[in-house]
């Protein structure tokens, strides 16, 4: 099956997913609001959008940055696509705004999609993504060999917003684990461990990870180049706590990591990789590096 398809938002993550949609075969358009990133999206042979570009598609795609954007695109998509075609949206934002999209879409006869992903930029352009997905569960099924296009892993949860809230679960835990090897990693140095010699023994002990793995590879260089910055792992903190207290679950732990984050955030770590989390655990410990 080829789709006439249209990608909003080519940055780090969606620039891969939409190249790996038209390597399947698709006719894929795209548009952003950053010149650069359309231009690394036209050296991959994607083309700028038309002015038609969502009247035409089958399906629209789009991996955003936020709440905001989501809601003005989604309503925008919403307005425009004709009835019975797609929007698949893969960005992580709150269940509120999702399901004023989903509102939207309803009412203009759009079948909505929500297909959170779960990894990082580096994953996303070797098609490693997980994917979870919730809305129609007949449209997930007619989907699903374009979602494949992202991964090998796909999960439907249900046909409303939880695979929005599955993403934020997803990222607690990413970020607790940052904050996890921020105080193991400041007490092994607190007490004359090596860096190395902690990496290499965490990369092969009963912690390891996938996650750790992967982050073992740079951070015991201490090299802090992002795949995922403080400053978003912050908005994903703020959604996560946000959620929770709607569903009135505790989670300190979670509300103290983003504490830490902050701190981080103000101590000059925001482009960071979010395990700069280590960072201000070790300048709270004394430790200057």
């Not at 936020?66 to 992580?92: F, I, P």
């Not at 490693?128 to 296009?149: D, F, I, K, N």
Request: hydrophobic content about 50%; charged content about 15%; proline content about 4%.
């Amino acid at each position: 099956m080829t789709l006439s398809l249209h990608f909003i938002g080519v940055g780090k993550m969606g620039l891969p997913m939409a190249a790996h949609l038209q390597a399947a075969g698709h006719t894929v358009t795209v548009s952003d609001p950053d010149p650069a990133r359309l231009a690394l999206a036209a050296e991959r042979g994607l083309r700028p959008a038309g002015s038609d570009a969502l009247a035409r598609a089958d399906v629209v795609v789009s991996s955003l940055p936020h709440d905001a954007a989501l809601r003005n695109v989604g309503l925008a998509v919403a307005g425009a696509l004709r009835s019975g075609a797609v929007y698949v949206d893969t960005s992580t934002v709150s269940q509120r705004v999702s399901a004023e999209v989903a509102t939207a879409c309803a009412a203009a006869g759009v079948e909505y999609l929500r297909t959170t992903v779960s990894g990082n930029n580096h994953m996303a352009e070797a098609a490693q993504l997980t994917v979870m997905a919730s809305g129609p569960r007949a449209t997930h099924e007619r989907l699903l060999p374009l979602l494949r296009c992202w991964g090998p892993n796909h999960f439907y949860l249900g046909d409303g917003e939880q695979a929005r809230l599955m993403k934020l679960v997803v990222n607690l835990l990413i970020a607790q684990t940052s904050a996890m090897l921020a105080e193991g990693l400041t007490l092994g140095q607190k007490g004359g461990l090596g860096w190395e010699d902690m990496w290499a023994v965490l990369g092969a002990s009963a912690v390891a990870s996938p996650i750790l793995k992967a982050k073992a590879v740079q951070l015991s260089q201490r090299d802090f180049s992002p795949t995922f910055t403080v400053t978003q792992m912050n908005k994903d903190l703020d959604l996560i706590l946000a959620e929770a207290a709607a569903c009135e679950a505790p989670v300190p732990q979670t509300a103290a990591t983003r504490q830490l984050m902050a701190a981080a955030q103000a101590q000059g770590d925001a482009g960071d990789d979010y395990a700069a989390i280590i960072k201000a655990v070790e300048r709270s410990a004394g430790l200057a590096r």
